[in-house]
């Protein structure tokens, strides 16, 4: 199973406007904090929708879900889980871009412009965590919407 969601909950540790996700890839879950000074909640989850639809059409081959995002024009990185499919399986990473490596700025509105290509290890040489879900998953949760 795949799912990105916003939880109803606030974390009182953060002083900024705050929402908890989750992803769940398989067996796999993990819980994220969101910022909400940037984004809404719903601009959130239409770049997760729409992301995957995209996705899942045939559409993009490597993209990002968003899950933490301050103003691209001011801020130090991006938190997203990028994406890339090999043939009817899609990888997931979970990484920061930082904004100031990047080749050319960040367009929030061709995100995927700035995935860099698949990599299964850093610069140090070490193993990216990542997850492997069948693309039908991906299909199955447009299908929700």
């Excluded at 992803?23 to 809404?40: A, D, K, M, Y």
């Excluded at 691209?72 to 009817?88: E, G, H, K, M, R």
């Excluded at 050319?104 to 509105?109: D, G, N, R, W």
Aim: hydrophobic share 45%; with cysteine.
């Amino acid at each position: 199973m795949f799912d990105i969601q916003i939880l109803n909950e606030n974390n009182d540790r953060i002083s900024l406007p705050n929402r908890t996700g989750r992803t769940v890839l398989g067996e796999f879950r993990e819980e994220f904090e969101i910022v909400l000074c940037f984004w809404s909640q719903s601009d959130y989850e239409l770049h997760w929708l729409e992301t995957i639809k995209q996705v899942a059409a045939g559409l993009l081959t490597k993209a990002a879900l968003i899950t933490s995002l301050h103003d691209p024009a001011n801020a130090n990185f991006i938190t997203w889980w990028p994406l890339y499919v090999f043939n009817d399986r899609v990888l997931f990473q979970n990484q920061l871009l930082f904004l100031d490596q990047l080749e050319k700025p960040f367009e929030l509105s061709r995100p995927f412009e700035s995935v860099s290509d698949y990599r299964r290890f850093d610069q140090d040489k070490k193993l990216l965590s990542e997850w492997v879900v069948p693309m039908r998953w991906l299909e199955d949760y447009v299908r929700m919407f």
